[in-house]
């Protein structure tokens, strides 16, 4: 009985805040409120809380859910086994056997460009001076830039 009534003043305070959530012109907000504030209610209304109630103090009913508890464990572990060793015995050896048929041995290495140490670099030229911000061949590199495309 005070389950019901504590589930029924819930949604009432629940529906009061959706209308002032409405008031405020912000109607998805209440929409959403008003939803929520009617599960209370709608579990009270189809006898989950009631159902709820007498299971809590049921001991029959929690040595249930121990069993329904370890049967999703017992479930759960032999999938994890299953996904990392890779099924049955017989079907591990079948793909091991494929694995050792399609085995290519490993390409000899080319002889080609790879193989040949790289040429050094050519000696750089002296670094040239800076030349003072007035003349025109700073820019030089911009406009080559330009020109080539087309501006």
């Known amino acids: 009985m005070i389950a019901e009534t504590v589930c029924s003043a819930v949604s009432v305070a629940g529906l009061g805040i959706a209308a002032v959530t409405a008031y405020r012109k912000r109607f998805l907000s209440a929409a959403r409120i008003a939803a929520y504030s009617l599960v209370p209610i709608g579990l009270v209304m189809t006898g989950v809380v009631g159902w709820l109630a007498d299971t809590a103090f049921s001991p ?51 002889l080609g460009q790879a193989s040949r140490p790289a040429a050094r670099p050519a000696d750089r030229p002296a670094a040239q001076p800076r030349r003072s911000e007035g003349s025109g061949d700073d820019f030089s590199d911009i406009e080559a830039i330009l020109k080539k495309h087309g501006i």
């Not at 121990?66 to 759960?76: E, I, K, N, S």
């Not at 994890?80 to 490993?106: F, I, N």
Request: glycine share 12%; net charge positive.
């Open 60 to 110: 029959t009913a929690w040595a249930g859910f121990v069993v329904l508890g370890g049967a999703w464990l017992l479930f759960m572990i032999t999938r994890a086994v299953e996904r990392r060793g890779g099924g049955t015995r017989k079907e591990r050896k079948a793909a091991k056997a494929a694995a050792e048929r399609d085995a290519v041995a490993p390409a000899a290495p080319s």
